[in-house]
């Protein structure tokens, strides 16, 4: 069956440096990908996403990364500073429906 | 994007009891979704919510303890029913304007029952 899950439930990281999220997924069939970021008490927001027939996308301080051979998607975040703080979810899409990783906390030290 | 307006946004809620959570949005979309999230856990999916025919439900997901409605394109509504402390969550209303686009979510209904 689809299943998302990520390799590690908390990132620390300093501010001002490079944050990489990961993330590995089942089913072969998911065609498009979605990462959400989720602050304390708000619903997820989107950042950024990749079809299957990417293997890389850019947006404004992040990048997320897609191997279709391992099943593995990653999110990588320049730069990174005390608002980035938050949980993230990647979430593949098979049939319209969405299917979320457990999460990553991203915590930021000054 | 789409605006995606719940309410309500938080409720202590008394055992036994039901709960209707509402969601509007700003403009038509294709698909509404409903999902949970338990206290620190990811987002599972409770049922697609159709527009005129009964929603369809994941597995583990029953309309009698979850019934939903879709009158029109920009509203639904997620009805949590014969609440038990098991039930206190997050109640996650998603949005897709199209077929294989982005979805978004919504702020939330935080349900605490006890």
Same mark, same amino acid.
């Given at each position: 069956?689809?299943?998302? !899950? ?48 990417? $293997? ?26 005390? !608002? $980035? ?26 | ?33 409903? @999902? ?20 369809? @439900? ?32 997050? @109640? ?11 979805? @978004? ?10």
């Amino acid at each position: 069956g689809e299943s998302v !899950g990520l390799h590690l439930p908390t990132l620390s990281v300093q501010e001002g440096d490079n944050s990489i999220i990961n993330c590995a997924y089942s089913n072969s069939a998911s065609d498009y990908f979605i990462w959400y970021k989720q602050e304390s008490g708000k619903g997820p927001q989107f950042i950024i996403d990749i079809r299957s027939n990417m $293997d890389k996308r850019q947006g404004q301080r992040v990048t997320v990364l897609l191997n279709k051979t391992v099943k593995h998607l990653s999110l990588q975040i320049a730069a990174t500073q005390p !608002g $980035d703080s938050a949980v993230y979810f990647c979430a593949g899409e098979h049939t319209d429906k969405l299917i979320f990783g457990t999460g990553t906390r991203l915590q930021v030290f000054p | 994007s789409a605006v995606i307006s719940q309410k309500p946004s938080r409720d202590i809620c008394q055992r036994g009891t039901s709960l209707t959570i509402q969601c509007q949005v700003d403009s038509q979309v294709t698909m509404m979704f409903w @999902y949970r999230q338990q206290p620190g856990q990811s987002l599972t999916l409770i049922a697609t919510a159709n527009q005129g025919s009964e929603a369809t @439900y994941e597995s583990g997901f029953v309309i009698d303890k979850f019934p939903i409605s879709r009158p029109n394109l920009t509203f639904s509504t997620l009805t949590v029913s014969n609440m038990s402390p098991e039930d206190s969550s997050i @109640y996650l209303c998603s949005v897709g304007v199209s077929s294989g686009n982005t979805i @978004y979510f919504g702020e939330g209904s935080w349900l605490t029952v006890v």
